[in-house]
């Protein structure tokens, strides 16, 4: 059982920067892939990025490539999405979630455990 709690959610101006973190409890964080999905008002969630169990695999959505940055602390069981030059479609609930398969992977049906999620709201 993988327990996931996200913060650093917030308002920002349009270019601004947010970090986000997501802490899991468990023993077996090490050996699990994470994702970051996210859901705008009135749209189904989708894929934001994903780290593979050791950090050395990471993916990401075209519409956040060269913006995002996911990594992870497993001494620390937390993983982090940081995101910089950030637009008002930005402007969602992120999720962060744990995939036991450890490899990462875009497919949000891969992920077995999800956190309550964090707004993210961003001014034009």
């Known amino acids: 059982q993988v327990q996931l709690v996200e913060s650093g959610g917030g308002l920002v101006q349009a270019g601004g920067s947010l970090r986000l973190s997501c802490a899991a409890s468990?023993?077996?964080?090490?050996?699990?892939?994470m994702g970051w999905f996210r859901q705008a008002p009135g749209k189904e969630r989708d894929f934001v990025a994903a780290i593979s169990w050791s950090g050395s695999g990471t993916y990401y959505a075209d519409s956040v490539k060269g913006r995002f940055t996911i990594s992870r602390d497993n001494a620390k069981n937390t993983v982090y999405l940081q995101m910089n030059s950030l637009k008002p479609e930005d402007t969602a609930v992120y999720y962060c979630?744990?995939?036991?398969?450890?490899?990462?992977?875009?497919?949000?049906?891969?992920?077995?455990?999800w956190g309550q999620g964090t707004q993210v709201t961003v001014s034009s």
């Open positions: 979630a744990a995939d036991y398969r450890g490899l990462g992977t875009r497919r949000e049906n891969q992920y077995k455990y």
């Open positions: 468990g023993r077996t964080f090490s050996s699990y892939a």
